[in-house]
């Protein structure tokens, strides 16, 4: 069988769900993490110009939800039927739209209009967040009821980079969410991942 | 069994793919498609306080992708092992983000700004509809390989909202996009939808 290799940014951003759900399924893999000028330097190689990239038994995967999917799968994290997998798909959708919601304003050079889609960002965040604790609420604290499943990963993977991008702490009023994220950081495999990696 | 009913504005944007699914499937739904001030009046009420959200079977579903995705395994459209599977959920991943390129500047109110942005987007999309093409050259027309599965269907069902944003026709010089984007369409149940469909 071909090594694995997952090819990223020295960054949580769109690689840490998925570095969580290798480390959860106990798989031996290559954690590379390169500097923006790496990325564009092999950028022509790339599937889609862009990373993370997970090469695995002979395959070129891309896309990072589609890869945590992928794994959660094999890590029987999908749920136990279809209604608990398009709940975990609902959940990661919405995840990724508080990343959606920051990147309206990261890239925006205008300083003054950066500044005010920051303000729009972290609204939209909170009111994101503020659905997904309310989630969490009717469904014991996690995103399918009684069972862990891939989006409890990617919401405790996703944390500090969301509070990073935000410049605040979006958990601190979120106790569900919080203790979600805790209780995933605190699984043996992820605990040991957290200590050993590097700092962001 | 409770009635299907999928809710959305008149518009193809993220409810179209649904519903290609929805006929190709046979499913008799409802069509409900309000006016952006019905949707807001009742924001409170949605579960994310946004469309598309389809009721089925008695639960309530949302995430345009993650419904694409439930109704695709109905359906069989999500290819013949885990492999097929990551490909049709990388492609649909990638398909989305046309639709991120051309958020950039359809919410953008400045003008200059929104004209820069555009040029920009549409830069990208032709660049991610040529991954696409060429994705399509090593696979016989499809994203996965001999097979009909639910990314044929999104991008047949994005491919007029695609031109419809950029101004202009993106897949003029996409061949095999646009035989496949034909192909869908040619299917009987999506052409009685399409003639029959309100006029966008």
Redesign the interface.
């Known amino acids: 069988m071909s090594a694995t290799k997952l090819t990223y940014l020295a960054l949580p951003g769109l690689a840490e769900g998925i570095r969580y759900l290798l480390h959860y399924g106990g798989v031996q893999f290559e954690d590379e993490r390169l500097t923006r000028e790496e990325v564009a330097a092999m950028k022509e190689k790339l599937?889609?110009?862009q990373v993370p990239v997970l090469q695995i038994e002979g395959?070129t995967?891309?896309?990072s939800?589609?890869?945590c999917?992928?794994l959660a799968?094999?890590f029987n994290l999908t749920g136990k039927d279809?209604?608990d997998?398009?709940q975990c798909?609902?959940a990661?959708?919405?995840i990724y739209?508080i990343r959606?919601a920051y990147l309206t304003f990261f890239h925006e050079k205008?300083e003054a209009?950066q500044k005010e889609k920051r303000v729009a960002a972290v609204k939209k965040i909170d009111?994101?967040l503020g659905?997904l604790e309310g989630h969490l609420a009717k469904n014991d604290g996690h995103f399918v009821k009684g069972q862990l499943t891939w989006p409890d990963f990617m919401i405790a993977a996703f944390a500090e980079h969301i509070n990073s991008r935000a410049g605040q702490d979006m958990f601190a009023a979120k106790p569900l969410l919080s203790a979600l994220r805790d209780e995933i950081n605190a699984l043996p495999a992820i605990k040991a991942y957290i200590e050993k990696r590097p700092k962001y």
């Open positions: 599937p889609l110009g395959k995967l891309f896309q939800q589609a890869i999917r992928f799968k094999r279809e209604w997998s398009v798909d609902i990661s959708d919405t739209e959606n205008n209009a009111f994101i659905k």
